[in-house]
């Protein structure tokens, strides 16, 4: 299995600031024959399903803000979000979905 | 629109064989390209990928549940099975079914509790 590592488990971020999550895997998810990283970004908000932000690492699924962008390649990633707003309070995952599909442990995003 | 829902047991019995069934609608699991999976999620923890069939019946499954899954479909019906072997407590989770790799549709979920 590819083991997914999130960081940190929990942030605190004031309103209209910038959250950083990182996510690391224990190998490289990076398919050099079309030089695309399987990694993916979710949001699950409380007693809901998780949604889509982020594939290939870096393109954002279609209705989702630009406050929300992607950024890394093999086995560093991170999801970055800016002008914090009230909504984007929720947990949020990485998934590599290279091999099998393993998710990251989740971060969860509050209000400072 | 794509619209997956998840049907099956509330309870089961530890040792039990627990069968889910997804109905989907709105994309049909013949088109070149489309997978349908499960992903499961314990009671305030984190997301488990579990399996994942694709139109062309290839199955994919996840290497510490293998021995215990098994995933197929029903093209006619636009339904995908999952069946898990020797349920445990330790399995009691919301069992979402998914559409996409990774999965940018998701059912509402089914809380599966294992107790005897």
């Known amino acids: 299995d590819i083991v997914m590592t999130q960081s940190p488990d929990s942030l605190p971020v004031s309103l209209g600031g910038r959250a950083t999550i990182n996510c690391k895997s224990s190998?490289?998810?990076?398919?050099?024959?079309?030089?695309?990283?399987?990694l993916a970004w979710y949001q699950q908000r409380p007693g809901q399903p998780p949604k889509l932000l982020i594939y290939?690492?870096?393109t954002r699924e279609s209705g989702v803000p630009d406050r929300f962008s992607g950024s890394g390649s093999g086995t560093d990633f991170t999801l970055t979000i800016s002008n914090l707003q009230a909504e984007d309070v929720a947990v949020y995952y990485c998934?590599?979905?290279?091999?099998?599909?393993?998710f990251g442990q989740g971060t969860k995003l509050e209000i400072k | 629109q794509i619209t997956l829902k998840e049907s099956g047991p509330t309870l089961v019995k530890p040792t039990q064989t627990l069968t889910l069934t997804c109905t989907f609608s709105?994309?049909?699991?013949?088109?070149?390209?489309?997978?349908v999976g499960w992903i499961r999620q314990p009671p305030g923890k984190a997301l488990e990928w579990l399996a994942l069939i694709y139109w062309d019946d290839d199955r994919r499954y996840s290497p510490s549940l293998k021995s215990r899954l098994t995933i197929t479909k029903d093209t006619s019906k636009n339904q995908v099975v999952l069946t898990m072997t020797n349920m445990d407590p330790v399995d009691t989770a919301t069992y979402y079914c998914?559409?996409?790799?990774?999965?940018?549709?998701w059912g509402q979920g089914t809380l599966v509790t294992v107790s005897s």
């Open positions: 998914t559409h996409g790799a990774p999965p940018s549709y």
């Open positions: 290939w690492a870096s």
């Open positions: 190998q490289s998810v990076l398919d050099s024959s079309n030089n695309k990283n399987y």
């Open positions: 998934q590599q979905y290279y091999s099998s599909g393993t």
């Open positions: 709105g994309f049909s699991l013949s088109t070149s390209g489309v997978g």
